[in-house]
């Protein structure tokens, strides 16, 4: 059975600094990988996708997440992180076939301090 | 445009109670799928729709049912409200279910069984 893991309940970073959301999946067959973000009292965004060729795939509000196919991770990153990025981040793979829903990890807290 | 809406957005029930969560999508998406979220838990897939007339289980289906008439629209029913069904429901839809397809999310319904 298709598994997404996020081992961070909550990560922080100062702003400015590089922020990392990790991320690690377990499927059959080639996995098709989302991460969403959400703010306070409201529903998911979506934020970026990998689905197949580069490894590092670049989405909304400067994130970028990289595919590691050997250590079936799939991180989140942002070069320079942003108070306004404070929020609740879901990784989510879909099952390996069609007519399927998204399957979330448990979310991890980012917390940027000023 | 306005996306995947919701109603109501908040809600008390008392136990036993019964209510409908409304759902609509103006996007013309042939899946649509309802989660709940509890803290620390992620989002678990309740029952999703791959199209009108066309419904099916997900991860914790039970205390809940379904109906998909339209394409437009997916309420989702409680019938004996009970304190184990405290939580933040969304529902979300997406053009296609192939495996590469984003889904869109509503803003959420918070449900209070008391």
């Known amino acids: 059975a298709q598994s997404v893991a996020q081992p961070e309940d909550q990560v922080n970073v100062a702003e400015g600094n590089p922020l990392t959301v990790k991320c690690t999946y377990s499927?059959?067959?080639?996995?098709?990988l989302f991460w969403y973000v959400q703010y306070p009292n409201r529903g998911l965004q979506f934020l970026l996708k990998y689905i197949t060729g580069d490894n590092l795939v670049k989405g909304s509000y400067g994130f970028e997440a990289e595919f590691n196919k050997s250590q079936t991770s799939f991180h989140l990153k942002k070069p320079s992180a942003l108070v306004s990025d404070s929020a609740l981040y879901f990784c989510?793979?879909?099952?390996?076939?069609?007519?399927?829903?998204?399957?979330f990890g448990k979310g991890t807290t980012l917390s940027v301090s000023s | 445009n306005a996306g995947v809406t919701q109603t109501p957005k908040f809600r008390i029930l008392k136990i036993g109670q019964s209510m409908t969560l409304q759902c609509a999508q103006d996007?013309?998406?042939?899946?649509m799928y309802w989660y709940r979220q509890d803290p620390g838990m992620g989002l678990k897939l309740i029952y999703y729709s791959v199209g009108a007339g066309i419904t099916d289980k997900g991860e914790v289906p039970n205390g809940y049912n379904v109906s998909r008439s339209t394409t437009e629209d997916f309420p989702l029913r409680l019938e004996l409200a009970a304190p184990s069904q405290t939580s933040v429901y969304f529902c979300?839809?997406?053009?296609?279910?192939?495996?590469?397809?984003?889904?869109?999310f509503g803003q959420g319904t918070r449900l209070t069984v008391v």
């Open positions: 996007m013309n998406h042939n899946y």
């Open positions: 979300a839809s997406s053009y296609s279910g192939t495996k590469d397809t984003e889904a869109f």
């Open positions: 989510a793979v879909r099952e390996n076939q069609a007519g399927t829903a998204l399957i």
């Open positions: 499927v059959s067959g080639n996995p098709y």
